[in-house]
C-alpha cells in the first residue's frame, strides 16, 4: 500500500514523514527543501509505504521539482493521498485541495500546524468542515506527533473508497469541461482533471494526450468561445471560480483568526526585515555565528582535540592541567640551568673552590624560544636544580593519554612492524586525526545554521540578498542552494531545482560551490591557525570571498550570449518564525557531524593511507623501497605538476598534491598536510608541528592564495556528478567545471601578484599580466553586455 504525502512547500510533510517512518530526510523553515521524491515505510506497518514529495501550490506546476509530484499523483496513483494543510494558511492551502479532489484518489485532510494555530488563535471546525467538504479531517502536529498515528488509521482505512470532488464550476464552464472529455482518451477518472489542464492552456500536459493538432483547433474554439462570454482569461477563470469557493467555506465561520492583528511573524519581521537595518542585522548575526563557532567555543573545542586527544594527552576536565603546567614549567626551568651549567663545565674544567664560587647567567626562554628572562645562579643552585625530574602528568590528576601514544604503545607490545606501525600513526592516525579536529568547530556551526534555518530566518535572507543578487544577474532563489551549500555544495546544487527558470537555475549550479562547504571549513581553519594567527578573519572572509565570486561572476556571465536576459521575478512565501525544538536543532546538528565522521572514516582513510604510501615510498639509487619523503613518488608526482601552480605562490609539491587529494574530498587538503607535514603526536614548541611546516613553506600570501584557489576551483567529485545530475547535459558540465577552475587560478593569481606588488614593491612582467587580468574583467563587466545591445539595434 503507497500513501502519498502531498501539500504546499513547507507544510510539514517532510517532519511527518520523518516521525512515521524514522527517516532523516532534510527539513528546513522555507518553502522548496524537498526537491525529490523519496519514500520510507511505515514504522508500525512495513507493508505500507509512505511517499515525501516535493511541495506543490497547484496541479500546475512551474519547476522541475514540482513536476515530480504532480507526475507522480497523476501517474503512480497512490492508494491514498494524505493532503498536508498549513493550518495557519487555511485558506491558501485548499485551493490545492479543491484540484487534489479531482484526481480520483482517496485522501485525508491533515491540518497541520496545530499547535501554532491555538498559539495564533485560530480554530477551525474540522468537523463541520469535514462534512462540506466530504473528506475525513484532523488536526494534527507533525512536530510535536499530535495525532499522527490517528491520521495514519484513517489513512490505512482509505484504501479502495470512492471520493468526491469539492468543487462544481458555474454551468458554462462545466458544459465546457464536459465537451473537451469527449477528445481525451484516458481513464473515466481522469478525463475532467485532462480537460481542466487543457482549459487552464497548461502545456507540459499535452505529451501525454494523444491529440491530433485538430483536436486541438477544435478544443481552442470552444475554449476562445468561453472566454469572450465572460471576457477573461480561461485559466483565470478556473482559478477564479475555485478562490470563490474557498472563500465562502473559509467565511462561512468555520474559520476564526485573530481579526486581522499583526502576528508574532509580522512584528518580527518590522524590524528584521526593515529596509535599512536588515542588511547590517544579516552581517552582524553572520559574524558572530561564525566567530562563535569557528574563534571562541569551536577553537576550544578544536584545539582539546588537536593538542590533547590527537597530541600526547589530556586531564579528565582539565583538572590538575595547572599545576602540572607550574610544574612542567619549574622543570624546564631548571633544565635550562643545568644544561648552561653543563655546557660550561665541558668547556671550562673546574677545581673544587672554584665551582663554590661560580656564578652564571641563565636565560629562560618563553613558548616562542625568545629569551623572557636573564637570572643568574650558583652552583649550588645547580646542585639542586639536578635533582628536579620531570613531572608526570599522571601524578596531578586523571591524565588521559593521547590516541597516537596509546596507539603507539599498543602496537608495538604486539610487535607489529614499523612500517604498518608509521602507517597507522603517522597515516592514518595523523590525516584523520588533522580532519575529525575540526569536527567541534563544525559541530558548533552546524548547531547555530540548523537553528537559523529552523526558526525561519533562513528564507528571509534569501529575501534581503533579491535585492543585491538582481543587479548582479541572480536571482535571491538562487541564495538557497548556496545556504544549504554552506553544508554540503551536493544538496545545494540539488535545491538549483526549485528555480524555475533555465538560465538562473544554470548560474546557480556554476556559482553554488563558490561558497565554503563543510568541507572546506577544516582548510580555512588549518590555514588559519598555521598562518595567521587563528584568526577569525580567514574564515570570515573566505564567506565573503565566495559570495564575491558569486556576484562576479553573475556579472562575468550575464554578459555572455547564453547567460543574456532578464533575471525571472522572485516569488516565494515567507514562512513564519517559530522557536525550534532544541532537540531538534541539535539532532540535525549531530547528524551532518556525522556525515562528516563517515566521511573521515571512510574517503578520508583511504585517500590518506594513499597519501601516506605515496611518501612513504620511491625509488632511490635505482631501487624502489622507502625512502625520505622528499623523494617518495608522490613529491616527485607534486614536483612535476608543481609549475602550474608556482604563478600563484605555492609551487612546491606539497601543495599540489593536497590540492589534487582534495579533488576526492576537500577535507583531504588537511589530512594531507597532516602526513606530509608531520603528524600529531609530534607538538613543536610553537604549537603543532603540522602548522610550524605550513608557516614555514608557506609564505602569508601564498597561503591565502593556495585558500583562494581551493575554495574556487572546482568542487569534490560527488559535486561535480551533482552538477553533471542537474545541468543534464555533458557540455553545461564541462563548461561550470572549466569556468569554475579557470577562474579560482586567476583570482589566486592576481591576488599574489597583486599581492606582493603592494607589501614588497615587486614588478614584473606577472605582475603586469596580473593588472591586466583585472582591467579586462572591469571592463568586460561595465562594457561586455552594452557593446552587443547597441549592435543590435544597428541591425533593427
Ligand atoms: N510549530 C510547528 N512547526 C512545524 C510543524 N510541522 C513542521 N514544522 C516546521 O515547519 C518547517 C517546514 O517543515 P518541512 O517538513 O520541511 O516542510 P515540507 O512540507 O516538507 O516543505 P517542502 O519540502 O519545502 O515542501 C520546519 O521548520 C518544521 O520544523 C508543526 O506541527 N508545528
Ligand atoms: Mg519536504
Redesign the pocket.
Known amino acids: 500500500m503507497k500513501i502519498a504525502l502531498v501539500?504546499?512547500?513547507?507544510?510539514?510533510?517532510?517532519?511527518?514523514?520523518n516521525s512515521i517512518t524514522g527517516s532523516n530526510q532534510?527539513?528546513?523553515?522555507?518553502?522548496?527543501?524537498?526537491v525529490e521524491k523519496k519514500s520510507g515505510k511505515l514504522k508500525t506497518d512495513h507493508s505500507v509505504e509512505i511517499i515525501?514529495l516535493?511541495?506543490i501550490y497547484s496541479l500546475s506546476p512551474y519547476s522541475s521539482e514540482e513536476i515530480i509530484t504532480r507526475d507522480y499523483i497523476v501517474e503512480e496513483k497512490p492508494d491514498v493521498v494524505i493532503n498536508?494543510i498549513d493550518g495557519t494558511n487555511f485558506e491558501r492551502n485548499l485551493y490545492l485541495t479543491s484540484q487534489l479532489s479531482e484526481l480520483g484518489v482517496p485522501m485525508v485532510l491533515a491540518i497541520?500546524?496545530?499547535?501554532?494555530m491555538i498559539k495564533d488563535r485560530i480554530s477551525i471546525d474540522e468537523e463541520k468542515l469535514s462534512k462540506i467538504l466530504s473528506y475525513p479531517m484532523i488536526k494534527?502536529?507533525?512536530?510535536?506527533g499530535e495525532n499522527i498515528d490517528k491520521l495514519m488509521d484513517i489513512a490505512i482505512s482509505l484504501k479502495g473508497t470512492e471520493n468526491k470532488r469539492i468543487h462544481t464550476f458555474n454551468d458554462d464552464i462545466e458544459n465546457l469541461i464536459e465537451e473537451i472529455s469527449k477528445f481525451i482518451d484516458k481513464e473515466e477518472k481522469l478525463k475532467r482533471y485532462y480537460s481542466i489542464k487543457l482549459i487552464e492552456h497548461d502545456d507540459k500536459i499535452r505529451p501525454k494526450l494523444n491529440l491530433s493538432s485538430e483536436d486541438y483547433k477544435n478544443i481552442e474554439d470552444l475554449i476562445s468561445k468561453i472566454e469572450k462570454k465572460y471576457d477573461d482569461d480561461s485559466a483565470a477563470l478556473i482559478a477564479d471560480s475555485r478562490y470563490n469557493q474557498i472563500e465562502q467555506l473559509v467565511k462561512g465561520s468555520l474559520v476564526y483568526s485573530n481579526n486581522g492583528k499583526s502576528t508574532f511573524s509580522e512584528k518580527i519581521d518590522k524590524f528584521i526585515m526593515n529596509r535599512f537595518l536588515a542588511l547590517p542585522i544579516f552581517f552582524i548575526i553572520m559574524f558572530l555565528v561564525y566567530y562563535v563557532s569557528i574563534s571562541t567555543v569551536g577553537t576550544r573545542a578544536t584545539d582539546f582535540v588537536n593538542d590533547g586527544l590527537f597530541a600526547d594527552g589530556f586531564f579528565l576536565f582539565g583538572r590538575g592541567r595547572e599545576a602540572y603546567d607550574d610544574a612542567s614549567e619549574e622543570f624546564t626551568r631548571a633544565d635550562e640551568v643545568v644544561g648552561t651549567f653543563e655546557e660550561y663545565f665541558e668547556k671550562n674544567s673546574l677545581s673544587e673552590a672554584n665551582k663554590n664560587n661560580l656564578k652564571l647567567d641563565v636565560n629562560h626562554r618563553d613558548d616562542k624560544g625568545e629569551i623572557e628572562e636573564v637570572k643568574s645562579y650558583s652552583y649550588e643552585d645547580y646542585e639542586k636544580m639536578k635533582e628536579v625530574s620531570e613531572p608526570d602528568p599522571k601524578d596531578y590528576g586523571t591524565f588521559i593519554e593521547g590516541i597516537p601514544i596509546v596507539l603507539s604503545r599498543f602496537l608495538e607490545k604486539i610487535n607489529v612492524s614499523e612500517v604498518l606501525r608509521d602507517l597507522v600513526i603517522n597515516g592514518i592516525v595523523a590525516g584523520v586525526g588533522a580532519v575529525l579536529g575540526f569536527l567541534p568547530q563544525m559541530f558548533v556551526l552546524f548547531l547555530f545554521l540548523a537553528f537559523l534555518?529552523?526558526c525561519?530566518y533562513m528564507a528571509r535572507i534569501s529575501f534581503i540578498m533579491d535585492k543585491i543578487f538582481r543587479k548582479f544577474g541572480l536571482s535571491g532563489k538562487s541564495f538557497i542552494p548556496m545556504l544549504i551549500g554552506t553544508g554540503c555544495s551536493v544538496p545545494g546544487i540539488l535545491a538549483s531545482r526549485t528555480i524555475e527558470n533555465e538560465k538562473d537555475k544554470r548560474m546557480t549550479i556554476i556559482t553554488t560551490s563558490f561558497i565554503p562547504c563543510g568541507a572546506k571549513l577544516p582548510v580555512i581553519a588549518l590555514i588559519s591557525g598555521a598562518v595567521f594567527g587563528e584568526s577569525s578573519w580567514v574564515a570570515i572572509s573566505s564567506y565573503i570571498l565566495g559570495v564575491l565570486a558569486v556576484v562576479v561572476s553573475g556579472l562575468i556571465l550575464k554578459n555572455t550570449r547564453r547567460f543574456k536576459g532578464k533575471v525571472a521575478p522572485y516569488i516565494m512565501e515567507l514562512?513564519n518564525y517559530?522557536l525550534?525544538k532544541l532537540t531538534?536543532v541539535i539532532k540535525s546538528a549531530i547528524d551532518r557531524s556525522k556525515a562528516f565522521v563517515v566521511k573521515a572514516a571512510t574517503i578520508i582513510m583511504l585517500a590518506t593511507i594513499l597519501v601516506w604510501a605515496g611518501t612513504s615510498f620511491g625509488f632511490e639509487n635505482g631501487s624502489f623501497g622507502e625512502v625520505a619523503m622528499e623523494n617518495s613518488i608522490l613529491a616527485q608526482f607534486g614536483k612535476v605538476i608543481a609549475f602550474i601552480f608556482k604563478p600563484l605562490g605555492w609551487g612546491h609539491w606539497q601543495g599540489a598534491v593536497a590540492t589534487i587529494t582534495g579533488l576526492i574530498a576537500k577535507e583531504n587538503i588537511v589530512s594531507t598536510f597532516g602526513v606530509v607535514f608531520g603528524g600529531f603526536d609530534e607538538v613543536a614548541e610553537n604549537g603543532w608541528q603540522v602548522w610550524e611546516n605550513v608557516r614555514n613553506i608557506f609564505t602569508p600570501l601564498a597561503a591565502y592564495s593556495f585558500l583562494i584557489f581551493n575554495l574556487l576551483c572546482i568542487p569534490c567529485f560527488a559535486a561535480v556528478g551533482a552538477i553533471r545530475r542537474e545541468m543534464n547535459d555533458l557540455r553545461w558540465t564541462l563548461f561550470a567545471v572549466l569556468y569554475e577552475t579557470t577562474f579560482a587560478y586567476l583570482v589566486a593569481f592576481s591576488f599574489y601578484r597583486l599581492g606582493l606588488f603592494f607589501t614588497m614593491g615587486r614588478f614584473d612582467a606577472l605582475t603586469v599580466i596580473a593588472i591586466a587580468v583585472v582591467l579586462i574583467t572591469a571592463l568586460f563587466i561595465a562594457f561586455g553586455g552594452r557593446e552587443r545591445k547597441v549592435l543590435k539595434k544597428v541591425e533593427a
Do not use: C, M, Q
Request: no cysteine; charged share 10%; aromatic share 10%.
Open positions: 501539500g504546499n512547500p513547507n507544510s510539514g510533510k517532510t517532519t511527518l514523514f532534510y527539513v528546513g523553515n522555507w518553502p522548496g527543501v524537498t515525501d516535493p511541495g498536508i497541520n500546524f496545530h499547535d501554532a494534527i502536529s507533525a512536530l510535536n534555518e529552523a525561519g514562512p517559530h525550534p531538534r
